[in-house]
């Protein structure tokens, strides 16, 4: 009789921590579908420019959702990636695209999986680091002669920061509010963020969803994580910047990945109390517009 409690009870206790787990697993396919941006209806003819549309096979990428836009006498090419709930068509995107185009780069916009255009289960950093890594592969083997690097915002810039360590054909890039590792701790900041307070994060929730992200991702390649690739740059270069008083994600993650860096990742903080910047300042326009310029044009 004890023996069959006890094989109940254990029968009883596997299903429950079963449950448990596969209920996280299927929160993050849930929050994609209900968090996921959508599209201005822009393209860059709206903006004034020619482009074309470009598909990566073997990504997460939906048809047609890399914009390519070429300039004359290009210098490099530079792959650009929006914020969490942001999308290539945004403002910031638009007027960051302008900035490249204006200074000399091609630029390829592209929507994370799960944002804008894109098909897919947003994963945080992990399937996106693989999709920009094959996007970077697909730019090098198209136009060999011209350098590749990246300029990202908060998701996007710790998404292209992670495929710097899948691929070496990603010689440069700018990251803005990154994050330094996927961790329980960031799920915890991030969920406490968008609730307001209300969500402490407490239990196991936070590591069993950054676990959940990496198995999303559909990948047998490890993703390294932005604090590793910081620290393994050798002769690649990483600009990161960071305002200050970030209500979202602490400037603690941008100056972790400077301090590893040793050298590879120069670390610029903004003051001011924003996750993403916006081109409501003249000054900060100007200071960001010349150090992301002088940045390529140095070490792309």
């Known amino acids: 009789m004890k023996n069959r409690f006890v094989r109940r009870f254990l029968v009883a206790f596997c299903v429950g921590v079963a449950t448990y787990v596969l209920a996280h697993l299927a929160v993050i396919p849930l929050a994609t579908m209900l968090n996921k941006s959508l599209p201005t209806g822009q393209t860059p003819s709206d903006w004034g420019y020619e482009y074309s549309e470009l598909l990566i096979r073997e990504s997460g990428f939906s048809r047609g959702t890399v914009w390519y836009i070429e300039c004359e006498e290009p210098k490099g090419q530079i792959i650009l990636m929006p914020h969490n709930g942001g999308s290539k068509s945004d403002p910031l995107m638009r007027w960051t695209a302008a900035v490249l185009l204006d200074h000399g780069y091609n630029v390829a916009l592209a929507d994370p999986r799960g944002q804008g255009e894109s098909a897919g289960i947003k994963t945080y950093g992990a399937g996106e680091a693989i999709d920009a890594a094959h996007l970077a592969a697909r730019l090098a083997t ?39 590792r996927m961790d329980g701790d960031l799920v915890r900041q991030e969920m406490g963020y968008q609730t307001g307070g209300a969500w402490t994060g407490a239990g196991l929730m936070p590591g069993l969803l950054a676990r959940g992200f990496r198995l999303w991702a559909f990948s047998l390649r490890r993703i390294p994580q932005p604090i590793e690739v910081a620290a393994a740059l050798d002769e690649r270069k990483m600009l990161v910047m960071h305002f200050r008083d970030d209500p979202e994600l602490p400037v603690r993650y941008s100056e972790e990945l400077a301090l590893v860096g040793d050298g590879n990742v120069l670390l610029h903080v903004y003051e001011g109390e924003k996750h993403v910047p916006s081109r409501r300042a003249a000054a900060f326009e100007e200071d960001y517009v010349a150090r992301i310029v002088s940045f390529f044009d140095r070490w792309l």
């Open 142 to 180: 198209d136009l060999p002669s011209l350098a590749v690097g990246g300029v990202g915002y908060s998701l996007g810039a710790a998404s292209l920061i992670r495929a710097m360590g899948l691929t070496d054909r990603i010689r440069a890039v700018a990251a803005f509010a990154p994050y330094s």
